[in-house]
């Protein structure tokens, strides 16, 4: 069975600071990682996504993919109260025939502090 | 684009009725659908695979005939929780994706569900 963890948190971080949030993967065949913000009630949203091994930045967000060591993170850079919502790190590809169905792990939970 | 919309947002019904939630791709044709339910504090599970004109593919420990889903269009799927009970309160949440950008999941705003 696929699993995917994250440190639950609560993470805090001070406004202005690099809030760093990571995940890692069980199925080594896994082939594309995403992160959602996902705001109380409200569904998940997607921030970024990243396919290859290394860095992709997208404005305050970098996504950083060690496939060797089934590892993703996501940092914020200047983080801002805005930024405070459960982050899910979601993998899909690999074993099992399906490359399309994502797998979701249980998110962290980031508080940015004024 | 890329625009997917759920209906209810939110409804409430007493045990034993069953609930019809839409899920619809606003501006896209949605090639295949899924289902996901999410209890508090916890991630997001899939509860099911659908395309267009076939039949919905379960996951493991989903009653398929508790939860009926229609995907009749490439723009409409629907999913019906069959005589509800409190413990099926949760938040569903639809997503779809599109002709040549399989990869990538457009997600509904979700529907909350309570059953008393």
């Known amino acids: 069975q696929k699993e995917v963890e994250q440190n639950s948190g609560p993470l805090s971080v001070p406004e202005g600071a690099i809030a760093s949030l990571n995940c890692t993967y069980s199925d080594r065949g896994s082939q594309s990682f995403f992160w959602y913000r996902q705001y109380s009630g409200k569904s998940p949203e997607l921030i970024m996504f990243?396919?290859?091994?290394g860095d992709k930045e997208d404005g305050r967000f970098t996504a950083q993919l060690n496939k060797a060591s089934q590892y993703v993170s996501l940092l914020i850079r200047d983080s801002q109260p805005s930024d405070s919502a459960t982050y899910l790190c979601a993998v899909n590809g690999g074993s099992g025939g399906s490359n399309y169905k994502l797998t979701f792990g249980k998110g962290t939970l980031l508080t940015v502090n004024p | 684009g890329a625009v997917v919309s759920q209906h209810p947002s939110r409804v409430i019904c007493k045990s034993g009725t069953s609930v019809k939630i839409e899920c619809r791709s606003l501006?896209?044709?949605?090639?295949?659908m899924f289902w996901y339910r999410q209890f508090p504090k916890q991630s997001l599970m899939l509860m099911a695979t659908s395309n267009e004109g076939s039949k919905a593919t379960y996951e493991q420990g989903v009653e398929k005939d508790k939860f009926l889903i229609n995907h009749a269009s490439l723009t409409l799927s629907t999913l019906t929780v069959t005589s509800a009970h409190p413990e099926d309160s949760s938040f569903y949440i639809c997503?779809?994706?599109?002709?040549?950008?399989?990869?990538?999941?457009?997600f509904g705003p979700g529907t909350r569900l309570t059953v008393l």
């Open positions: 990243i396919y290859s091994n």
């Open positions: 997503s779809a994706t599109r002709l040549l950008q399989t990869n990538e999941q457009f």
């Open positions: 501006d896209f044709q949605a090639t295949t």
